[in-house]
């Protein structure tokens, strides 16, 4: 497992933007296939986007496709979410984790704590 650390959430209108970060701890945080999830408030948690350990693959919810872009930087341990054209339906807590694919949650078996984005309308 890895240890995940979120951070870069915030406030802002509709229609900006926001770049969300997550640090790993541990020298396999390469290994690993990284996604982001998202839990708004009364619903489930849901998936946004994945990228595959060296950064050569990805795969988007319907719902971000074209406005979300994750990146990676291994050297780095960090993964990023770049948020733009946010909407007040992209309100959520964002949550990073390691070693999925896809939008199957029990794929992934490290979670970071969570990052609170809120976008006003």
């Known amino acids: 497992q890895v240890q995940l650390v979120e951070s870069g959430g915030g406030l802002v209108q509709a229609g900006g933007s926001l770049r969300l970060s997550c640090a790993g701890a541990?020298?396999?945080?390469?290994?690993?296939?990284m996604g982001w999830f998202r839990q708004a408030p009364g619903k489930e948690r849901e998936f946004v986007a994945v990228i595959n350990w060296s950064g050569g693959s990805t795969y988007y919810a319907t719902s971000v496709k074209g406005r979300f872009t994750i990146s990676r930087d291994n050297a780095k341990n960090t993964v990023y979410l770049q948020m733009n054209s946010l909407k007040p339906e992209d309100t959520a807590v964002y949550y990073c984790?390691?070693?999925?694919?896809?939008?199957?949650?029990?794929?992934?078996?490290?979670w970071g704590q969570g990052t609170q984005v809120t976008v006003s309308s």
């Open positions: 541990g020298r396999t945080f390469s290994n690993y296939n």
């Open positions: 984790a390691a070693g999925g694919w896809g939008p199957a949650e029990d794929e992934y078996d490290s």
